[in-house]
């Protein structure tokens, strides 16, 4: 595990606050505590941040009590619960010292990103916008991809807790890129899951054993990190979440979003957007996204679940 650099024993050990310790949070704020931060967390859920505590965090009873910090992280699961925590009353910009450095790295709309940076600033507080991709898994070994928008002096000063979230750590540009990003890869994604459930669906109806067919997929051209990941889950109808149907659904409505806004038609985004729209109507908002192809099969009569 790394650890913090350029920390002695003479200076004292910088504060993390982190609000949302949930599938993601929860381990992102356990490598904060072994990389040597001092980490203060609240949830809503006690049990979560009593989980912290055991792991050899701090308890927030408040939103309040986590802000006494160098540093706040929130990894919040939408929009308004950003709103809520970072500008609501009570929330992070009304306790705040200036110069404290705001990291969100939920995955929310990028207008709200724009907006919190905007506030935060009028209270002295430097915001960025980090969303993630990696998964739980990611979030486990600290191997995020994090995606980051805001002014290049505060996403360096958030860099050294970053660095020690995810390995692949990129400033894509000002407030709200780096969610203009995230929804680029969840449309990505998105659309990879359907396609993969339709190579699927096409290749048991044609009487072709779908897990050698895909195994010479993952190797050629068509082949994805999905594809490398997933392929065995999906051909065993294994659909633990993962990344729930009902987290993806919010992120194509942000793709969709951040479309209109850039004045933009992405008709196979509206297409794989009505899929999850439709996987979640259909009852699998809990399943893993992977489930796309419970959709695929239904739309053949082919669904046997
Ligand atoms: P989650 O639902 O497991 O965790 C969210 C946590 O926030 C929960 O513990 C909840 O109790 C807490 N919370 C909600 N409202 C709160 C409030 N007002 N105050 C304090 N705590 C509050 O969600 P997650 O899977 O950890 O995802 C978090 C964010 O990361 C989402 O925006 C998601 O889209 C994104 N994300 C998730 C994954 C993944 O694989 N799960 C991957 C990449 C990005």
């Not at 809503?44 to 055991?54: F, K, T, W």
């Not at 993630?132 to 002096?153: P, R």
Request: charged content about 20%.
């Amino acid at each position: 595990m790394r650890e913090l650099a350029n920390v002695t024993s003479a200076q004292p050990v910088p504060t993390v606050g982190f609000v949302g310790l949930g599938i993601m949070g929860a381990p992102m704020a356990r490598n904060l505590v072994r990389a040597g931060y001092r980490v203060v967390g609240h949830d809503v859920s006690p049990a979560r941040v009593r989980q912290l505590v055991a792991e050899g965090g701090w308890a927030a009873d408040s939103v309040a009590a986590a802000t006494d910090a160098e540093f706040v992280i929130t990894m919040l699961p939408d929009s308004p619960q950003v709103e809520e925590v970072v500008l609501g009353p009570d929330g992070v910009l009304e306790h705040a010292k200036p110069g404290l450095v705001l990291i969100d790295m939920s995955t929310i709309r990028p207008q709200t990103s724009v907006r919190v940076a905007r506030q935060a600033a009028d209270r002295g507080v430097r915001a960025i916008d980090a969303p993630v991709s990696g998964g739980e898994k990611g979030a486990i070994d600290g191997t995020l991809s994090i995606m980051v928008g805001g002014a290049t002096e505060d996403v360096e000063a958030a860099r050294p807790v970053l660095d020690m979230l995810g390995r692949t750590v990129v400033h894509v540009g000002p407030s709200g890129a780096g969610q203009t990003v995230k929804a680029a890869n969840q449309l990505v994604v998105g659309g990879t899951y359907a396609l993969v459930a339709e190579a699927i669906v096409l290749l048991e109806a044609s009487g072709v054993d779908a897990g050698p067919a895909l195994d010479v997929l993952a190797g050629g051209l068509a082949g994805s990190r999905i594809l490398e990941l997933k392929r065995a889950s999906m051909v065993a109808r294994e659909f633990a979440p993962g990344f729930r149907i009902d987290l993806h659904h919010k992120d194509m409505g942000i793709a969709q979003d951040a479309a209109r806004a850039a004045d933009v038609a992405l008709p196979v985004t509206a297409l794989v957007a009505q899929l999850v729209a439709a996987a979640r109507a259909q009852g699998h908002g809990a399943l893993d996204h992977s489930a796309l192809l419970l959709v695929a099969e239904t739309l053949s009569g082919r669904n046997h679940r």
